[in-house]
């Protein structure tokens, strides 16, 4: 096998993958990439077998074949060398020579039959607009549980139903201590596996959002057995779906309140992220106080100090008194466009409520503290 490629190009094939590449890997073959020439193009294909990415880019093809190697070697070598054409040429024993300009590497391998195959799901595709689902991945998948123990917590669970005659899809996170729920109407016609609900990995979330952040074409969604795939014209991004029963989400969303405060999301982040500088370095806690249109953020640490501050909001409520952990509200203002957000407490020990003002279609429930 052999072919030349330009190097930003060989460079960008090969930064896609270094996220699914398996760091601590117990089957050597999962630490390789798998290059393939065929005809006018090279296919790279990387998998940890939960998810699968292969990508297609232009190359000058002498000799087709396929080859593995160490992807963050490859990387490595290919991301310091001077931006001309490389020529990449397997050798016996699956070894592979690099060769630009004056330098020469040459790098050991592994056989390519040992390489995972890689699924197909070429039936079941629906288009979706790339700009929903980056938007919902962005609103769920920061309360995605980081609890491996809780492995049906640990990926976002996508469903879709029908309101009032439309399809929504439907993205909801939890990880115990706060919930977050996006809905989206799209036009297509969806997969029937989507009426009950799967649980996608975060990992595999996060490599699907990487691929669509400057994107504005459609992408293709595909559903097969236990597998979830997008599709672009050059990607083919897979992933296993989560072996689970997603909690029972709805039970945890509260009722909206009359105890609703309509709140500047800019000022509200800001006066977080001061106030909880001085909170428990633990916990992040902080105390809210609402009482006739004014909201008193405070905390408190033995060991550093206190500090307080108010913030003109609309509230005409009960008085509230109540603790949360700081961090999990900055984490839901961080993802809100909008101007204001209405924060619905029914007292002072349930969950609290937050939305965008004049959006039902997101909303984020947060657990209370003792303080």
Known sequence: MQFHINKDVFLKSLTKIQGIIEKKHTIPILANVLIEAVKDEIIITATDLEVGIKSRYPADVINEGKVTVSAKKLFEI???????NIQFTSKSNFWV???????IFNLVGLS????PKFPEIEHNLNQVETCIIREMIDKTIFSVSTDETKFNLTGIFIKSEVEEGKNNIVFISTDGHRLSMIKRNIDTLLDEKLKDGFILPKKGLGEIRKLIENSEDKLNIGISDNNFSVNTETTTLIMRMIDGDFPDYKRVIPEKSTNAAVINRELFLHSLRRISVLSSEKSKG???????????????????????????VIYNGDEISIGFNAKYIIDILQVIEKENIIFFFKDNISPGLIQP???DEYLTVVMPMRL
Do not use: R
């Open 286 to 312: 902080i105390k809210i106080n609402l009482n006739n249109d004014c909201l008193i953020l405070s905390s408190s640490n033995p060991d550093i100090g206190d500090a307080k501050e108010e913030i003109d």
């Open 357 to 359: 003002e004049n959006n």
């Open 112 to 115: 390519p039959e040992e390489f």
């Open 78 to 84: 290919i991301k310091e060398l001077p931006n001309k």
């Open 97 to 103: 020579e690099i060769t630009c300009n004056k330098s």
